[in-house]
């Protein structure tokens, strides 16, 4: 005899006198939650099967559907609560590693949400963003310690290769593989319009697409996936991805059903295998190795591109970001412990690494103190979710940060958290034609823009507000920063002061 203790997570309600039977959420869930009983005329939901991802409720003509939490309950107890109850059952069932999507869902400090902005007044008046010029275009890559001009005023100085953004965002990591081709193209011709990037992830660049070449980061992590040289010189620039913030330490892995032959041939891996990224470059075990491969990177492209290093934010991330700009680096990305990603272990992604805000801050702080700052840029990710988290960031020190989450709600995400079973039904984290297609990016591209261009009215806004004309004016300006419910510790790392100080 097996026991099996699956309860439903959501309850679907329908209200049988709104709803016309017109099998629309029977055609559009790719769950199969909803089925048509031809014998009694009647639509039934299977809730064990609806992970809520409101697909039926967003386009039910009458409205006629509601999904809500199951309301099963357990007794009280604030140890064994009925989620951890549930995943007990769970792996005694299947002895499997549970999986999650989409970021740690837990409810530690959001230090962006404790951290609140100076704003001028009388002695330092603010700008008006709609009448008077305001920048927010930013260079990405190594500066040099000081600029050479002629008697004219020319630059004689030769610059580091740059990386040109109109706005400090680009769309984080993302592989060709975990995300549908259609996903992939509305990211590429939102940051071709916008003048920023996206980024490939593990995954190769599909050929199609090396028409976006000049607004495409190309990543190379420990699988090397779909890089060859012409790859690497397809990008504005590489990144190494050493680490991930939702799962710091383990590695990538794309299940076999995902390779179809688009895949495939982007991936230079056989149609249907599993394609596994370890959690260590075999080719890096010191600063030393990785170096080696910086340059490795370089040569390859001519020395005409930056090269960026990605790492999860630990612990002792600021020492780590030391030894990666001595290594050659010309931008260096901390991905915080909120970071999305289509499935990482459940217990990985709660329960390693740190938070953004704290990483971020303490790179900064140490790279100053060595006086090696100005030797590389400094972008972050993991959980970005409004122009304010952007502002914040750039006064902390960042130099600009990659957005994920915000990205692909943009494009229709609920955030159901089912990434890994590969039937998104917003079409995004898929590869089955039928809900590919669900996903036009020739309309979706534009949400994307649309959403961008809406943080950079906002960023304006708020630089003006300060009496600053330029994002580069508020890169690591702390004193624009004020705390709010921290404490001494926690105001010490971030190297602000208390709101009324």
Not at 38 to 52: F, G, Y
Not at 162 to 177: H, N
Not at 442 to 465: F, T
Not at 477 to 495: A, H, P, S, V
């Amino acid at each position: 005899m097996s026991l099996d203790f699956n309860s439903p997570a959501f309850e679907v309600i329908r209200n049988e006198k709104k709803c016309i039977q017109c099998k629309v959420c029977v055609r559009q869930c790719s769950n199969k939650v909803h089925s048509y009983d031809d014998e009694d005329n009647v639509i039934c939901s299977d809730d064990i099967k609806c992970v809520n991802c409101h697909r039926c409720v967003v386009l039910c003509p009458t409205r006629a559907l509601v999904i809500k939490k199951y309301p099963l309950e357990f007794r009280e107890n604030a140890n064994w609560t009925g989620a951890v109850l549930d995943e007990i059952y769970k792996q005694s069932q299947t002895g499997g590693v549970l999986l999650s999507s989409m970021g740690n869902p837990k409810s530690f400090p959001i230090y962006w949400d404790k951290m609140l902005l100076n704003a001028s007044q009388v002695t330092n008046p603010s700008i008006d963003p709609l009448r008077e010029p305001m920048e927010t275009k930013v260079m990405i890559g190594r500066k040099p310690e000081k600029l050479g001009f002629d008697a004219k005023g020319k630059l004689l100085t030769k610059m580091p290769p740059q990386v040109e953004l109109s706005v400090p965002i680009m769309f984080s990591a993302m592989s060709y593989g975990s995300i549908s081709r259609n996903a992939h193209e509305s990211l590429a011709k939102a940051a071709t319009e916008l003048g920023i990037c996206y980024n490939t992830g593990e995954g190769g660049l599909n050929r199609d697409f090396y028409k976006y070449g000049k607004n495409t980061i190309v990543q190379v992590a420990s699988g090397r996936f779909g890089v060859h040289k012409e790859y690497l010189n397809a990008g504005a620039a590489i990144e190494i991805k050493i680490g991930q913030g939702a799962k710091p330490g383990i590695g990538g892995h794309l299940p076999g059903r995902k390779v179809g032959e688009d895949v495939s041939a982007t991936r230079m891996i056989p149609v249907g295998s599993d394609a596994i990224s370890p959690a260590p470059h075999h080719d890096i075990y010191s600063i030393e190795d990785l170096r080696q491969l910086i340059f490795s990177l370089k040569e390859a492209t001519n020395y005409g591109k930056p090269v960026f290093v990605k790492i999860a934010a630990v612990h002792n991330s600021a020492a780590i970001a030391s030894g990666i700009v001595r290594a050659g680096a010309d931008a260096i990305v901390i991905d915080g412990f909120r970071g999305g990603t289509g499935a990482a272990p459940t217990r990985v992604r709660d329960n390693v690494g740190i938070p953004i805000e704290l990483a971020l801050a303490a790179i900064d702080q140490r790279l100053r103190e060595e006086e090696i700052r100005n030797e590389v840029s400094l972008i972050i990710a993991g959980s970005i979710r409004n122009s304010a988290d952007v502002v914040k960031a750039v006064a902390l020190g960042a130099d600009a940060v990659y957005i994920g989450s915000a990205a692909v709600a943009a494009l229709g995400c609920h955030l159901c958290r089912s990434c890994s079973t590969g039937k998104c039904n917003w079409g995004i984290a898929t590869q089955e034609p039928e809900l590919v297609k669900r996903l036009n990016p020739d309309i979706m591209y534009k949400r994307l823009v649309n959403l961008i261009s809406a943080w950079n009215h906002e960023i304006q806004e708020l630089l003006g507000g300060m009496g600053i004309n330029a994002i580069d004016s508020l890169r690591g300006n702390r004193l624009m920063l004020r705390g709010i419910d921290l404490n001494e510790k926690e105001l010490g790392i971030l190297g602000i002061k208390y709101a009324g100080e």
